[in-house]
Every structure is written in structure tokens, then in C-alpha cells.
């Protein structure tokens, strides 16, 4: 038997069956709750449940039992046992999505298998978006490839410009074939803006952002306006690489650490040369020894869904609240894994 899903603040209902997630129901009815990794490790879809019940096949890893008995659930693993009246009160409010063409302004290389891309808008509109978010290149036959935006929202120079870190993906259509073909001047098909990644400067928690690959793009977007409003409360950001040559933004970060007295930068490599003076490890593990006690910071997380799941996991178990952790998994939300951004 079929229950009914109400989604309080969209003032929209659909039908949930016992043998499917909630999510995967809303999607199948074209509703757009949201959501970010779908494996539950990043708490983007988690809902208060207003009324109703849900269970789990296991306890996602973004939900602990006490939370769960408060009244939260996760929808991206959560089935309803009955009708559900359920809420999304922190989301943050977003530009609505639209499709549009964009021309290519500028291909150019950030390091071996990075290459950045500016696109430009024709139609005499900005460009708006939440830093955080993400726009899809449409592909037809192909489906969509996504990559988030790494540009304050707008260009201060120019409001109908984004910018956007890409990694290459052997194999991948967009990332190896296309992009290193793309030319000034061509046009692309995209919708934009997408997802519910972004700061909740509600929360106003001294702040640790991590990053792995690309993953710093949207960080750098939200960074970018964080910094320049200056009423945001200290931050910690610790990128992850293998080796330094993958730390392309390294030089703006550290100018950005060395102006602004409450922003700090610490890059992690993983397999670091001997002439590495910085830290080594995995960039989760860098966290916890620097900050052992997380209880009272916000979280962001954003890059490979294995990072993201690891460090959600010892994150939570080192006090942090997955009220206050939110993160943005490349690889599982960011259309076909053949051509991943992360």
C-alpha cells in the first residue's frame, strides 16, 4: 500500500510505496527535494518528520539513533511506514533553475588534468546563483554533466560570467573528448543553478571546510562572498591532494590566509615528495589532529564520496553534530559515473 508524502514547505504530496526511499519516490514524481550524495552519508536530504514514520534497512551513516528519535530521517534511505508529513525548514533559498545557452569564453589549463572554464551569458541576464551550486551541461542523447561553480556569484567584473574547475576523467565525453576541443565563442546548452550545497550563515559556528580534488571550487565560490562580507566566524580549510602539483589554487589560497586574520589554509598531501614541508596524510585525518573536538563547528565537505564518507563518520564520532555537517559528493550526485567532476 502506498503512502502519502507532504512536503510542507513546497505544499506539494506524492506517493511513497513501503519497498522504496522517499527520495527515490520523489523523484519518480518530478519532485525536487533535496538531496546531494543519495547513499547517506552526507545529511543533505535529511527532513524533520512532522508527523508519520519511517525505517531504515541500516542506520545511514549521516544519521545517528539519537537524532532519529528526536524526529529527523533521511529520505535518500528512509521508507515510509506510513503517511509522512515532513519538513525542510534549514534549506537555504536558491535561484529556481533554468535552461540557457552559454558561449564559451575561456579554455584554459589550471594544472596537469584541471582546466578551467569561464562561460558567459548572452541573454542580457545575470547570472544568479548561491555560491555552492552547481550547473549541468546539457548533452541530449548523453544526459547532463555537472560541475559546480567556482566564481563569487556574480563576477564583480562582469555579472553573466561563472567560472568552472574541471577535472579530466579518462574515458569521460565531456571532460577528455569535448572540453579540450571546446574554442571562444562556441555555445553550450546548461541549466543552472542546481543543488542545495552553500553556507547557512544561521549557524554561525567557527567554521572547517574540506575539500579533496576539485571539490575546492565550490568552497572557493563560497569563500569568495564569506571573506568579502567579513561577518562570518573564523574559518579552517584543509584541501587534500596527492601532490603538490594538484594544489592549483595554493597561491591565491595562501594570499587569501595571509589578508584575512580569521581564514586559515592548510594543504594535505597523501603522497608527498621529500621535499614537503606541509602536512601529510589524508585530509580527514589532518582535521582531527589539528581539532579533536568538532562540537561546536559547522562542517563542509565537499570532493570524493569516500572522503566524505570517512570523515562524516570520525567527524561524528569527534562530536560533530550532522546538524551542522553538510557536504557535496561529486561522484554519486553529479550525473554518470563515467565523467565524474570530483
Given at each position: ?7 510542507i ?7 511513497a ?5 522517499v527520495?527515490s519516490a ?11 550524495c ?6 543533505t ?14 542506520m ?24 509522512l ?8 533559498d ?21 582546466t578551467?572554464l569561464?562561460l558567459a ?15 549541468n ?8 554533466r555537472s ?5 563569487r556569484a ?9 567560472e568552472?574547475?574541471?577535472?579530466r576523467?579518462?574515458?569521460g ?6 572540453l ?8 553550450l546548452?546548461?541549466e543552472?543553478?542546481?543543488g542545495a550545497?552553500?553556507?547557512h ?7 572547517v ?10 568552497l ?6 564569506m571573506?568579502?562580507?567579513?561577518d ?7 584541501w587534500?591532494?596527492r ?6 589554487l ?9 589578508t ?5 589554509y ?12 606541509g602536512?601529510?596524510g ?7 589532529s589539528?581539532?579533536p ?29 550532522v546538524r ?10 553529479h ?6 567532476a570530483?
Amino acid at each position: 500500500m502506498a503512502h502519502r508524502i507532504t512536503w510542507i514547505e513546497a505544499q506539494c504530496s506524492f506517493d511513497a510505496s513501503p519497498d522504496e526511499t522517499v527520495l527515490s519516490a520523489a523523484h519518480r514524481a518530478g519532485v525536487a527535494l533535496p538531496s546531494e550524495c543519495e547513499f547517506g552519508g552526507c545529511g543533505t536530504c535529511r527532513v524533520t518528520l512532522r508527523e508519520g514514520h519511517v525505517q531504515y534497512e541500516e542506520m545511514p551513516l549521516a544519521l545517528s539513533h539519537e537524532d532519529a528519535e528526536a524526529g529527523f530521517a533521511l529520505l535518500c534511505q528512509a521508507r515510509a511506514c506510513s503517511d509522512l508529513v515532513v519538513s525542510t525548514e534549514r534549506l537555504l533559498d536558491a535561484p529556481t533553475a533554468q535552461r540557457r545557452q552559454a558561449k564559451v569564453l575561456r579554455v584554459e589549463p589550471l594544472s596537469g588534468d584541471v582546466t578551467r572554464l569561464v562561460l558567459a551569458f548572452d541573454d542580457g541576464q545575470p547570472f544568479v546563483f548561491r555560491p555552492g551550486q552547481y550547473l549541468n551541461v546539457l548533452l541530449g542523447e548523453l544526459g547532463a554533466r555537472s560541475f559546480s561553480m567556482a566564481s563569487r556569484a556574480p563576477l564583480a567584473d562582469d555579472p553573466a560570467l561563472a567560472e568552472f574547475h574541471i577535472r579530466r576523467i579518462d574515458g569521460g565525453h565531456f571532460t577528455h573528448r569535448r572540453l579540450g576541443t571546446l574554442r571562444a565563442g562556441e555555445t553550450l546548452d546548461v541549466e543552472a543553478p542546481l543543488g542545495a550545497f552553500g553556507y547557512h550563515a544561521d549557524d554561525y559556528r567557527p567554521i572547517v571546510m574540506v575539500a579533496t580534488g576539485t571539490g575546492i571550487a565550490p568552497l572557493r565560490s563560497m569563500l569568495s562572498e564569506m571573506l568579502a562580507d567579513g561577518d562570518t566566524p573564523p574559518i579552517t580549510l584543509y584541501w587534500g591532494a596527492r601532490t603538490a602539483d594538484a594544489l592549483y589554487l595554493h597561491e591565491e589560497l595562501e594570499a587569501l590566509a595571509a589578508t584575512h586574520e580569521d581564514f586559515r589554509y592548510v594543504p594535505v598531501l597523501s603522497r608527498a615528495d621529500a621535499g614537503w614541508q606541509g602536512v601529510r596524510g589524508y585530509v580527514q585525518d589532518a582535521v582531527l589532529s589539528d581539532q579533536p573536538d568538532l562540537s561546536e563547528h559547522a562542517i563542509y565537505l565537499c570532493g570524493s564520496p569516500v572522503m566524505i564518507a570517512d570523515a562524516t563518520r570520525s567527524f561524528v564520532a569527534n562530536g560533530a553534530s550532522v546538524r551542522y555537517l553538510y557536504a557535496d559528493s561529486f561522484t554519486f550526485h553529479h550525473a554518470p559515473p563515467v565523467d565524474v567532476a570530483a
